[in-house]
């Protein structure tokens, strides 16, 4: 079982910046891919952005140019900065991955979300 635990989120003025974490533990041999997605109310979930285990990138038009995923294979976490927030990114984030363990079995997980919230 994989566990995904996000950090970081909060209030933050228009313009400002974040920066999200999502670290993974449990019975984790390798990822495949990783990504973030948004919610926000009264909206249909949103894919954000996604990192795959080559470390190739892709992002959602909404946030290219602004966001900025990365991720750390020593710490099992994955990164999201977000830069020149704007009022319509308020969401909860949400992370996600998949992979295999170490008998290799695939899993996929999701974490618990986190919200961000901007606003003057």
């Known amino acids: 079982q994989v566990q995904l635990v996000e950090s970081g989120g909060g209030l933050v003025q228009p313009g400002g910046s974040l920066r999200l974490s999502c670290t993974a533990s449990?019975?984790?041999?390798?990822?495949?891919?990783m990504g973030w997605s948004r919610q926000a109310p009264g909206k249909e979930r949103e894919q954000v952005a996604g990192i795959t285990f080559g470390r190739s990138t892709n992002y959602a038009d909404s946030v290219k140019g602004r966001f900025t995923i990365s991720r750390d294979s020593t710490k099992n976490t994955m990164y999201l900065q977000m830069n020149s927030l704007r009022p319509e990114d308020t969401a909860v984030y949400y992370c996600?991955?998949?992979?295999?363990?170490?008998?290799?079995?695939?899993?996929?997980?999701w974490g618990q979300g986190t919200q961000v919230t901007v606003s003057s």
């Open positions: 449990g019975n984790i041999f390798m990822f495949y891919a």
């Open positions: 996600a991955a998949n992979g295999t363990d170490y008998v290799g079995r695939s899993w996929r997980s």
